[in-house]
């Protein structure tokens, strides 16, 4: 499955394709399509087997980057898979310096994404969303986005004390929220934070040179979250830390 959403035409194209020559074929009308602006989204879906999936990334990707239309370029990009493979060879045929917003939807997980978020687009995007529980995402390469919401294989109590640092001294980050399988951090936040305000499992910090705003913690069983939230809807009776 294959969507374009163009910025001006406002229209969409879903065409499904059954065999490679008529999938190239189709996507070459798409190709002339893409030269008319800057797509709002580009949606890819890689359904099939992985050796089918990578064999035709790779080569929809020689096809694209010696097209005219190379790089493509979208505000977002969405993308379904059952490997690492057509990520890794489609989205470098993404123009990084239109890109807002990744999504990947995995079918498979724990796919390593280490290799994934050293790519151009992920460090140019300012939106992410990951599902299916991916792992070896570094915390380092999270901490440019906006907004996050993902599915993490395992969230270790040093990814906490990292993504409270860097929200507190970054103002772009606002919203993460990750899903986890596995933390070992649930027994060590009352010692390192104090008791979490009314059993909820919620903390909030002070942010310095911002009086306005504050950094809310939540942690759960199976997820946190940290947004950056006002001052002033800070539960009365909650202490900011």
Do not use: C
């Amino acid at each position: 499955m294959f969507h374009l959403n163009g910025s001006m035409e406002k229209s969409k194209i879903s065409t499904k394709f059954q065999f490679f020559e008529s999938r190239f074929q189709r996507f070459s009308d798409i190709l002339n399509f893409s030269n008319s602006g800057i797509f709002e989204e580009i949606e890819m879906d890689f359904d099939t087997s992985d050796s089918e999936s990578e064999n035709f990334s790779k080569d929809l990707f020689e096809r694209i980057s010696k097209s005219k239309s190379f790089p493509l370029k979208a505000k977002s990009f969405r993308i379904f898979y059952n490997s690492k493979s057509p990520i890794l060879n489609i989205l470098p045929l993404i123009d990084s310096g239109k890109l807002e917003e990744l999504e990947f939807h995995g079918l498979k997980k724990g796919l390593d994404f280490s290799e994934i978020s050293k790519m151009d687009q992920w460090k140019s995007a300012k939106t992410l969303q990951i599902s299916n529980f991916v792992k070896n995402v570094p915390v380092e390469s999270l901490i440019h986005f906006n907004l996050i919401k993902m599915d993490l294989f395992e969230v270790s109590l040093e990814m906490i004390l990292s993504l409270k640092e860097a929200f507190l001294r970054s103002p772009h980050m606002m919203n993460y929220e990750i899903s986890f399988r596995k933390s070992d951090a649930e027994e060590h936040l009352v010692e390192l934070f104090g008791e979490d305000f009314e059993l909820e499992s919620f903390w909030y910090f002070g942010i310095p040179d911002d009086l306005e705003n504050v950094i809310s913690f939540g942690f759960g069983s199976n997820f946190i979250v940290f947004e950056r939230i006002l001052r002033n809807i800070v539960p009365i009776g909650a202490r900011t830390l």
